[in-house]
């Protein structure tokens, strides 16, 4: 076949710009690497005054001050420096601040070398640790030598060396340091404009920083670098983020040994950041950030740690033991995930264009598309996860290991970014390409253009034409061309289309069926994706809003930091007030009412979800959550019940569309909008706004009306697909809930989990079936009325309270998961849960106002006037109380039928249940009373049709007739359920002989680990024992699968038939072959004969013959020879039972033969044939078994970890033949073996597993 040549694109290796301004060594004499220090000069001199837009003090060099002693106005903001004189050190801080310096002593105190720590001096300045170290990772976008001025104005500069990355803005003492004097969050940085002669400014909402450059045009290179990177940045921090950029996972102040002031400490993902206090850390100015992946933390004393790096000690003092327990485990956890998963990054770089991200360029990226395949940095996967799952799948390459399949690491080397962009980006204008300094503006249109609308693909031929697509895709999948299948998939192949072939309906069966890995998991990464669409002339963004009507509102309102995750209960302490308003579409909070600037705003449409949280939650009693487009939670609370009310319903109304107005009117708990699928189109996710009230969910989906779902009565709710999509099962509809972000999804899930389950002791707040009977009732009734209707005492017998009262806790908590099974749970147990859970019961189930009256009824002496008193009583009963009802009573009408055999006439169930169902102390019958009447007159109280009892009656008598057809064929003489047989050890004879309990669940490998256990043989690694059928009659043995069951073997065989532990000596060689072997087929001639029996006289004929025999995954074909087109049998490979060995007396012309047995599935014919192959020598023979054995049994011949570690696995899933006690195989071989065929029959599948 014709393959379309896939287009050479080079590698998309791009490089930091100004590259070439990293080394100063190359500069002229004029400009040294390394500045000389400056002397020091009194204030007076050094000093022109106070900068209007700076708030800190900065010292040139703070460690040789001497005797002078500063005396500016913004000294009491600062940090004291001692007064007696120091030499220089490398300080961790930041020239903007003034700092504490150690105390002389204090290492000798502590008893630990000064070498390497954060206080040596100069020449302490790790010289290896350059720029290219392994814990700088973050790509550097500019570095070099610049000017920079003190915050309070002075004349003179300081020379520095600074780095811009895409999230900081860091300076050094010099190029040779690896911790800074200071770093600045881009995501922070307001304005950078030129000032001056060679000089720019970096502006932040509370600070202006001032550097100078050594030319006008590096100054200018700078300021363009620095406003490409910082562009859009801003505005998404301000307004979605307030407070820092960070994700931090543990954050506080701690001392640094030395000081007399705290530091603010951030952890943060793999990273320990530094401020001078918390307010810094809010505007995004901070000291320096530490690499964990160098880190090691060091346990000391009650409160102190170290944190060391191969270039610094940093001591850190905690303010409690408690505290200091909760840092050293957060750091820690950061050192693991610096170092977590690098294996599966490193196997993905090793395609060279997988080091490069695939849409902008940078290197290292750690994050990839895993059904796009394309591997992207960090900042471009912000932008894929904004698509939503249905697009772009984003995983890390670090953190999500499970999902890192050798298959999938596979399919992205094979691909690798430049191959698979010679697809996504064949048509790339350069005026849209993206840059290392990209702003998030910019990535998020690229990317949208590139993945959700397709707009640079290079199209199939095929493209539009949907039946050849398919076609292709269908053929494509049966070879490796994995490029080629993902160029057809998002160019409109259907992924789920049928490829015409029943054995292998769908192109991933295909793909599978021809051992093509990397074809099935790029289908499986893309069944649900919703393929690119080219919007001519629309927005890039789909429209979820209509136009919001003008709400206005504000006042004041507590609130905490912006947070990644799901708040535990915060205290009052933590919530800061702040002054709200609600204006245009806009919810804006402010320091306090005076201020006009906000600290932080959001959108409407940046708004996805809404949370009332339960009162008492937090410290604050009334609070609500509010969720955010970049995965932000926002967290406000008052005291004032009327306020927040007021605020829900503002806000609510502010992000609700028109269409879905009618949720605003409900008490709801949860309101917002998600993805979702259903119907009949699974391949285009649609949106909808949903409201969580109570335990009905209430939609508006797109193009239809109010919709409600009771998540009570619900068939199924699972979440599946590594928990992003939601899945509800209803009565003739399935609704897939999509997570497009983790944040309010993870908490739709959780609550719509908890609302599905009870919620009370109710009978309304239980789990429901579709006809509102409680589950727990319907499970109980349906158990007992398959297992336990003739049990002789039934409801009046106790059961086990311990194993009682876990049924109840297990049913209280998901009713819905939990199956009754014959043999795990017995009978008088759960029909104790059913009288407990009644008895239990809150209100009862005659409810607390109409309960006396039941009871009164039961007193009326005219049958006609109570039947009518009891119907009137039952028409007011609840709906779900009312269903309940008629499904006990009815269930105890059937009881009662079948007394002769449970003892439990009409009398005897009214004395149990009597008390129970009314809550009584049973000291008087009159609750009784009521009950037998409910019972005796049960068509006449809940107008019952008729035939509809007769024929439940026969339903339940015919169970009954095969419970005891079953119970007389199986009697209950091994209390175990155990057969008791002889196996042997190696060969047949007396002192070879084991007597073995054999239960149902036993496997081979099992049976073979027990006699080798009982004999005290060990298991070597190359020892292959394995169990033999061995038909002496036959003169021919199989070794057992490990796998396989041995109970159906000792019932399927003859009298001549017996059992063998012994070693497979071929097995290692067949594993060989098997492993050497490309596909699981085989082809080539051999001698057959056919048994076939001669009429009348019982003896058999036929000779044998060569024919051509082609053996692959489905089924074993004869022909008459190599030239035949039409084979002259076909059996199905799966049904052969294959055995070593021919019969002597059938003379075979070779000692190399199989015996074959056929035994076809069908019940109405059941068919079976004998045959013999014969082999020219050995080794053919033990190709052709190895290889029926591996397509048998999917390539698994022999367990990976040794027949040794079967011996801990005594108890496997449920056995084949339920409970049923099994005989003994003792006394005559024929009646042992008279079971069979019932066995084969399996009859208990009809009680097993029920509900």
Not at 17 to 45: D, G
Not at 285 to 292: L, N
Not at 370 to 389: M, T, Y
Not at 933 to 948: A, G, K, M, N, S
Request: aromatic share 8%; with cysteine.
């Amino acid at each position: 076949m014709h393959q379309e040549q896939t287009p050479q694109v080079p590698p998309r290796i791009r490089t930091p710009q100004n590259q070439e301004i990293t080394q100063q060594s190359s500069q002229p004499e004029t400009q040294p690497a390394l500045p000389a220090r400056r002397v020091c000069q009194s204030p007076r001199e050094s000093r022109l005054g106070s900068l209007d837009n700076s708030n800190d003090y900065e010292d040139p060099d703070f460690f040789c001050l001497g005797d002078h002693r500063m005396n500016t106005p913004d000294r009491d903001m600062s940090l004291h420096v001692p007064h007696q004189l120091k030499e220089r050190k490398n300080s961790l801080y930041s020239d903007d601040e003034l700092l504490d310096d150690e105390e002389p002593t204090l290492w000798q105190d502590e008893g630990i070398s000064s070498q390497g720590s954060v206080y040596l001096p100069n020449t302490g300045r790790q010289v290896s640790a350059t720029k290219e170290d392994s814990s700088q990772l973050t790509a550097v976008i500019k570095s070099g030598w610049l000017d920079k001025n003190p915050p309070q104005g002075a004349l003179y500069y300081q020379r520095r060396w600074v780095k811009l990355d895409v999230d900081y803005l860091r300076y050094f003492d010099s190029d040779k340091d690896v911790y800074s004097k200071g770093i600045i969050s881009t995501a922070f940085i307001t304005n950078v404009t030129s000032v001056g002669e060679l000089k720019f400014e970096v502006a932040t909402n509370n600070r202006t920083f001032i550097f100078r450059a050594e030319s006008e045009a590096e100054r200018n290179e700078w300021v363009t670098v620095l406003q490409d990177c910082t562009r859009g940045r801003h505005h998404r921090s301000s307004s979605m983020n307030p407070g820092s950029p960070l994700t931090p996972d543990h954050q506080g102040y701690l001392e640094l040994k030395g000081l007399r002031s705290k530091l603010y400490t951030v952890v943060s993902s793999d990273k320990v950041f530094l401020y001078k206090n918390i307010d810094d850390y809010r505007i995004g100015v901070g000291i320096t950030a530490i690499e964990m992946n160098v880190g090691n933390i060091k346990d000391t004393d009650r409160r102190s740690f170290y944190l060391t790096t191969p270039y610094r000690i940093f001591s850190f003092i905690a303010e409690s033991e408690q505290l200091k327990g909760q840092w050293v485990d957060a750091m820690r956890n950061a050192i693991g995930e610096a170092l977590s998963n690098s294996e599966v990054a490193d196997q993905i770089w090793a395609e060279p264009s997988n080091s490069f991200c695939a849409d902008c360029g940078a290197p290292k990226p750690e994050w990839a598309a895993i059904n796009l395949c394309v591997v992207v940095c960090k900042r471009c996967a912000g932008e894929h996860r904004g698509l939503g799952p249905s697009i772009s799948k984003v995983r890390s390459l670090k953190m999500d290991k499970k999902v890192w399949t050798e298959e999938l690491v596979q399919l992205f080397l094979v691909l690798g970014n430049e191959r698979v962009n010679s697809f996504w980006a064949a048509n790339v204008p350069p005026s849209e390409a993206l840059t290392l300094s990209s702003c998030s503006e910019d990535r998020r249109r690229f990317i949208t253009n590139k993945y959700r609308q397709g707009k640079y693909r290079r199209y199939h031929p095929l493209y539009g034409n949907q039946t050849e697509l398919n076609n292709a895709l269908c053929i494509n999948v049966q070879g490796s061309d994995v490029l080629e299948t993902l160029s057809l998939i998002f160019c409109g192949a259907n992924v789920n289309c049928s490829t015409g072939m029943t054995a292998w309906p769908t192109p991933l069966s295909l793909a599978k069926a021809h051992s093509q890995s990397l074809q099935a998991e790029l289908i499986n990464h893309n069944l649900n994706t919703e393929l690119p669409r080219l919007d001519v002339g629309g927005d890039m963004e789909a429209k979820h809003y209509s136009p919001p009507p003008c709400v206005s509102y504000n006042g004041f309102l507590f609130k905490t930091a912006s947070m990644a995750r799901a708040p535990e209960r915060k205290a009052r302490e933590e919530f800061s007030r702040r002054w709200c308003t609600l204006n245009d579409g806009t919810f804006s909070y402010f320091e306090s009412d005076k201020n006009s600037n906000p600290n932080g705003a959001l959108k409407a449409p940046e708004i996805v979800c809404m949370t009332v949280d339960t009162p008492g939650k937090h410290g604050y009693e009334n609070t609500f959550e509010l969720y955010s487009e970049s995965e932000r939670l926002y967290l406000f609370g008052t005291d004032e019940p009327d306020s927040h009310k007021e605020w829900v319903k503002s806000i609510a109304k502010c992000f609700i569309p028109a269409a879905a107005e009618p949720l605003l009117r409900l008490s709801f708990e949860r309101i917002g909008r998600l993805k979702y699928k259903d119907g009949l189109n699974l391949q285009t996710s649609k949106v909808g706004w949903f409201a969580l009230v109570g335990s009905t969910l209430h939609a508006y989906m797109e193009h239809s009306q109010a919709e409600e779902i009771h998540l009570r009565k619900l068939n199924e709710l699972s979440i599946q697909q590594d928990n992003e999509v939601l899945v509800l099962v209803e009565k003739g509809r399935t609704l897939y809930i999509e997570g497009e972000r983790k944040l309010d999804f993870a908490g739709w899930c959780g609550a719509i989990q908890a609302a599905a389950g009870s919620g009370g002791d109710t009978l309304s707040q239980q789990q429901l079936t579709e006809t509102d009977i409680p589950i727990i009732v319907h499970s109980c009734i349906y158990y007992i009325t398959q297992c336990g209707l003739t049990s002789e005492g039934i409801y009046r017998k106790s059961g086990v309270n311990s194993r009682v009262a876990a049924l109840c806790d297990r049913f209280r908590q998901d009713a819905r998961s939990l199956r009754l099974k014959e043999g795990e749970h017995q009978v008088d147990d759960v029909s104790n849960t059913l009288k407990r859970f009644f008895r239990e019961l809150e209100e009862g189930l005659f409810t607390s106002e109409d309960g006396k009256t039941w009871l009164s009824a039961a007193g009326i002496q005219d049958e006609s006037t109570k039947i009518s008193q009891y119907k009137l009583l039952l028409n007011r009963l609840p709906l779900v109380n009312r269903a309940t009802l008629q499904a006990l009573i009815n269930h105890l009408y059937c009881v009662q039928r079948f007394s002769d055999k449970n003892q439990m006439n009409l009398h005897n169930l009214a004395i149990v249940f009597g008390p129970t169902l009314f809550q009584t102390d049973g000291k008087d019958y009159t609750a009784g009373r009521a009950i037998e009447d409910l019972i005796q007159h049960y068509t006449l109280i809940f107008e019952v049709d008729e035939q509809q009892l007769k024929k439940q009656l026969d339903e339940i008598i015919a169970i009954l007739k095969v419970r005891e057809t079953l119970s007389t064929k199986f009697p209950s003489t091994e209390p175990g359920g155990h057969f008791i047989c002889t196996v042997y050890l190696e060969e047949k004879k007396d002192t070879a002989e084991q007597h073995v309990k054999i239960p149902g669940s036993m496997t081979a490998a099992e049976l073979t680990c027990e006699v080798l256990d009982l004999r005290n043989i060990p298991v070597k690694e190359k020892d292959y024992w394995s169990c033999w059928e061995v038909s002496e009659k036959e003169e021919m043995e199989r070794p057992l699968h490990y796998q396989e069951r041995v109970l159906p073997i000792l019932h399927s065989s003859g009298t001549d038939s017996h059992l063998l532990i012994k070693k497979h000596h071929a097995m290692d060689l067949m594993i060989d072959y098997l492993a050497n072997k490309g596909d699981a087929s085989k082809h080539g001639m051999i001698k057959f004969r056919e048994e076939k029996s001669i009429l009348g006289l019982g003896l058999t004929s036929g000779n044998f013959h060569d024919r051509y025999f082609i053996l692959n995954s489905n089924s074993l074909r004869m022909y008459k020879d190599v030239r035949s087109n039409r084979p002259e049998r076909d059996w199905p490979v799966k049904n052969l039972k294959v055995y070593l060995g021919i019969k002597k007396k059938l003379r075979p012309p070779t000692c190399w033969g199989l015996t074959v047995l056929y035994e076809s599935k069908k019940q109405e014919k059941p068919e079976r044939q004998q045959w013999h192959l014969c082999f020219e020598t050995q080794s053919e023979l033990r190709e052709w078994y190895a290889t029926f054995l591996s397509i048998q049994y999917d390539g698994n011949v022999w367990p990976q970890d040794g027949l040794q570690q079967t011996r801990v696995s005594r108890v496997l899933p449920e056995s084949r033949h339920g409970n049923v006690s099994l005989i003994p195989l003792r006394g005559s071989e024929n009646e042992m073996r008279n079971s069979v065929a019932a066995f084969s029959q399996d009859l208990l599948a009809l009680f097993r597993d029920v509900r």
